[in-house]
């Protein structure tokens, strides 16, 4: 892409241009913010039970004595042999994140189907120190819509992000958050999916300020693995 090169002057003239589209959009999210702030909760009267390293976890123990719970749900399924390269991607920014959202009162985990030992496997490769956990064997991946059954999927469309999603596939990603009153009940206060769960995804945001932008070409089919990069060039070792 070829780009005009100014004097400085001019270069303060576009910039200031731009601000004042950066300032709607930030008064814009803001708004969203409040919104999304006003959205009604609905009670999670259901029993969910998570295999964790400690043992057996309701939804509400995930909390651990916070109110707000944030949950990744991360793609990676039971006989696969390694999580989503993206959801990797989203959750490679979770670490850096959590000590700042637990002193604010808020639990950030990921949860999959994937059986707990091959989530601590995976876990242990990429060098992750946040909690995950496993839905295998409940219905929580299925009620929130991230999971889909192979009668779904045999329909060539589920019902994904709100809406009927024609891509089909059995794992999505997502995020919800949940909040814990005193008397112990949760409630579901919001999900997001599809471009939506770019907000754990710092990377997008440093991406989105750089020269060439996000560059992608497909979708994220640059991203991998952080342990699948290639190692970069080394200098000359005399």
Same mark, same amino acid.
């Given at each position: 892409?070829?780009?005009?090169?100014?004097?400085?002057?001019?270069?303060?003239?576009?910039?200031?241009?731009?601000?004042?589209?950066?300032?709607?959009?930030?008064?814009?999210?803001?708004?969203?913010?409040?919104?999304?702030?006003?959205?009604?909760?609905?009670?999670?009267?259901?029993?969910?039970?998570?295999?964790?390293?400690?043992?057996?976890?309701?939804?509400?123990?995930?909390?651990?004595?916070?109110?707000?719970?944030?949950?990744?749900?991360?793609?990676?399924?039971?006989?696969?042999? =390694?999580?989503?390269?993206?959801? @990797?991607?989203?959750?490679?920014?979770?670490?850096? &994140?959590?000590?700042?959202? +637990?002193?604010? #009162?808020?639990?950030?985990?990921?949860?999959?189907?994937?059986?707990?030992?091959?989530?601590?496997?995976?876990?242990?490769?990429?060098?992750?120190?946040?909690?995950?956990?496993?839905?295998?064997?409940?219905?929580?991946?299925?009620?929130?819509?991230?999971?889909?059954?192979?009668?779904?999927?045999?329909?060539?469309?589920?019902?994904?992000?709100?809406?009927?999603?024609?891509?089909?596939?059995?794992?999505?990603?997502?995020?919800?958050?949940?909040?814990?009153?005193?008397?112990? =009940?949760?409630?579901?206060?919001? @999900?997001?999916?599809?471009?939506?769960?770019?907000? &754990?995804?710092?990377?997008? +945001?440093?991406? #989105?300020?750089?020269?060439?932008?996000?560059?992608?070409?497909?979708?994220?089919?640059?991203?991998?693995?952080?342990?699948?990069?290639?190692?970069?060039?080394?200098?000359?070792?005399?």
């Amino acid at each position: 892409m070829q780009h005009a090169v100014v004097s400085r002057d001019e270069w303060l003239t576009a910039r200031r241009d731009l601000m004042k589209a950066e300032k709607e959009l930030t008064h814009l999210r803001d708004k969203v913010a409040r919104e999304r702030l006003a959205l009604p909760w609905v009670r999670v009267d259901k029993e969910y039970l998570f295999d964790t390293l400690e043992g057996p976890r309701t939804l509400a123990d995930l909390f651990e004595g916070r109110s707000q719970l944030l949950v990744q749900h991360f793609m990676f399924a039971p006989g696969w042999k =390694e999580g989503c390269p993206s959801c @990797s991607y989203m959750a490679d920014h979770t670490d850096g &994140m959590n000590m700042h959202l +637990a002193n604010h #009162d808020v639990t950030m985990i990921a949860v999959s189907r994937a059986p707990l030992a091959d989530i601590e496997r995976y876990r242990k490769r990429m060098g992750w120190q946040f909690k995950w956990v496993s839905s295998n064997g409940s219905d929580f991946n299925y009620d929130f819509r991230v999971s889909f059954t192979p009668e779904e999927i045999a329909t060539g469309q589920i019902d994904y992000n709100f809406g009927e999603w024609r891509e089909t596939g059995e794992e999505w990603p997502g995020v919800s958050a949940f909040f814990k009153d005193e008397a112990g =009940e949760v409630f579901r206060t919001y @999900s997001t999916y599809g471009r939506g769960v770019e907000v &754990m995804m710092g990377t997008y +945001a440093m991406l #989105d300020l750089a020269p060439k932008g996000r560059n992608e070409s497909e979708g994220m089919d640059w991203v991998r693995r952080h342990d699948r990069y290639a190692q970069p060039p080394r200098g000359t070792v005399e």
